[in-house]
């Protein structure tokens, strides 16, 4: 089936861009999987409207009740290889990292034959990363936390732009529940790096590819009243590594 973009929405009636997801399907191998995770609002009638639009192109897969980002992702992981993709991606629906980054990220992993590709938000010169002081500041102590907790140097677990082809390393990195929600991305590398056992990617197919542009979002819904939890969930996914 080509490509998959997993989406996750909650609540993203008066906020998703569907000019962004135009720009994504102007790529004509891709498709999208739009997951309402139990909104309240008009979401689902918004993202059912927008696929009754594309109906080749776009599924909405919806969840009863707000499940939290991670299961979103992971659900919408396991339809999207469901439906016979070949490379399966992931990214926010607040668009902080714009739909021509989301493309450049999928065309590198084509033109550099990788299994897995995600962006950092490393704010060098040219490049316009605009983030918060304070999300940046916590934002370096929870990536260093997470290079311990994985063993392995990644500057940036969180940024939300990851493609990964499809095989039994993602296979097995989503046939359960994340035990995580807030550091899920993390438990996701650990899974797909055979950190937890199983079958895993080769360290020479993946490559972290700094963003030459990405946003902080007004409003967004990460919280930094997370961090604790995130900091909780590290140390478990540590553990776990070691033991195994």
């Not at 934002?139 to 994985?150: D, E, K, N, Q, W």
Request: hydrophobic share 45%.
């Amino acid at each position: 089936m080509g490509e998959l973009l997993v989406i996750p929405c909650y609540e993203e009636e008066a906020r998703l861009d569907l000019g962004s997801l135009d720009t994504l399907l102007a790529r004509p191998s891709l498709s999208l999987v739009l997951v309402d995770d139990g909104s309240r609002d008009g979401t689902r009638r918004m993202l059912e409207g927008y696929r009754d639009r594309h109906p080749a192109r776009v599924t909405v897969h919806v969840l009863p009740e707000n499940r939290g980002k991670a299961e979103a992702v992971r659900q919408g992981i396991v339809l999207a290889l469901s439906l016979g993709a070949d490379i399966v991606g992931y990214a926010d629906a607040d668009f902080a990292t714009p739909a021509g980054e989301l493309l450049r990220l999928l065309d590198r992993l084509h033109d550099d034959g990788l299994d897995l590709v995600f962006g950092a938000r490393v704010g060098v010169f040219g490049s316009e990363i605009q983030r918060v002081g304070s999300r940046h500041v916590l934002g370096r102590i929870f990536a260093t936390a997470a290079s311990v907790a994985l063993g392995e140097a990644i500057y940036d677990t969180q940024c939300g732009a990851k493609w990964i082809r499809s095989g039994s390393p993602l296979q097995n990195a989503v046939a359960t529940p994340f035990d995580s929600n807030w550091a899920f991305d993390v438990e996701l590398f650990a899974r797909l790096l055979g950190k937890q056992g199983g079958p895993a990617i080769s360290r020479a197919k993946c490559r972290e590819v700094p963003l030459e542009v990405w946003r902080d979002v007004p409003e967004s819904k990460v919280r930094l009243g997370g961090m604790a939890k995130s900091l909780f969930d590290l140390a478990r996914i540590y553990a776990r590594r070691v033991a195994s």
